[in-house]
């Protein structure tokens, strides 16, 4: 865990959360997904990656249970910051997605951007085999990763790009394809960035 979690601690600490090219000010195709999911009061959700996105806050606001997980310290710490006095109603989970084990099962995976970091066949493996464990039957997973036409490297490091065939393959007979969306992510710098939304149903 440590090289990732010093890699990505050094991102946030050195940049302003919202100057990332990930950055956007709310995840409205994140929302627009999990809306039509049409998920009950109460129900778990796994922000995977979770970063110092504005995501946790949209969910509590719809009465969900949210979870969120990612590798840097300083990134939850600033999403955190931003939730004030809510803050405390999220679980914050300080851990590298590759070697977490879930203590609950989740009715939604949200993963915007940490599949395509993880160039190795162990990785993706093991993190394949935490969302089989953490997905409760009929659960929902949504992931977004770089399109075949995105970038190549980001934040330093490599990354593998996807299409929804791809990513099926990747996640094996344990998931069914439901959807697949394409979105051209505008930067805070004005540029553009191919992304591949997916939506799978846990069989």
């Given at each position: 865990?440590?090289?990732?979690?010093?890699?990505?601690d050094a991102v946030?600490?050195?940049r302003d959360p919202?100057?990332?090219?990930?950055?956007?000010?709310?995840?409205?195709?994140?929302?627009?997904?999990?809306?039509?999911?049409?998920?009950?009061?109460?129900?778990?959700?796994?922000?995977?990656?979770?970063?110092?996105?504005?995501?946790?806050g949209d969910l509590?606001?719809?009465?969900?249970?949210?979870?969120?997980?990612?590798?840097?310290?300083?990134?939850?710490?600033?999403?955190?910051?931003?939730?004030?006095?809510?803050?405390?109603?999220?679980?914050?989970?300080?851990?590298?997605?590759?070697?977490?084990?879930?203590?609950?099962?989740?009715?939604?995976?949200?993963?915007?951007?940490?599949?395509?970091?993880?160039?190795?066949?162990?990785?993706?493996?093991?993190?394949?085999?935490?969302?089989?464990?953490?997905?409760?039957?009929?659960?929902?997973?949504?992931?977004?990763?770089?399109?075949?036409?995105?970038?190549?490297?980001?934040?330093?490091?490599?990354?593998?790009?996807?299409?929804?065939?791809?990513?099926?393959?990747?996640?094996?007979?344990?998931?069914?394809?439901?959807?697949?969306?394409?979105?051209?992510?505008?930067?805070?710098?004005?540029?553009?960035?191919?992304?591949?939304?997916?939506?799978?149903?846990?069989?």
């Amino acid at each position: 865990m440590t090289t990732r979690q010093d890699h990505w601690d050094a991102v946030y600490a050195a940049r302003d959360p919202k100057a990332v090219t990930w950055y956007q000010p709310s995840l409205t195709r994140s929302l627009s997904l999990i809306d039509g999911l049409d998920l009950r009061i109460g129900a778990r959700v796994l922000d995977v990656g979770g970063g110092a996105a504005t995501l946790a806050g949209d969910l509590l606001a719809r009465g969900l249970s949210v979870s969120v997980l990612d590798v840097s310290a300083a990134a939850l710490g600033h999403a955190r910051a931003q939730l004030g006095a809510r803050a405390d109603e999220v679980d914050w989970i300080i851990a590298d997605i590759t070697d977490w084990r879930p203590a609950a099962r989740y009715a939604l995976w949200h993963d915007r951007a940490v599949f395509h970091f993880l160039t190795e066949a162990a990785d993706r493996a093991a993190y394949v085999d935490t969302a089989r464990r953490a997905v409760k039957p009929g659960g929902a997973l949504i992931m977004a990763t770089f399109a075949p036409d995105g970038p190549e490297k980001r934040s330093g490091l490599p990354v593998v790009r996807y299409d929804g065939a791809g990513l099926a393959d990747e996640l094996g007979d344990a998931f069914e394809l439901i959807g697949e969306q394409r979105e051209s992510h505008a930067t805070p710098k004005g540029n553009t960035q191919g992304f591949c939304w997916t939506l799978f149903r846990r069989r």
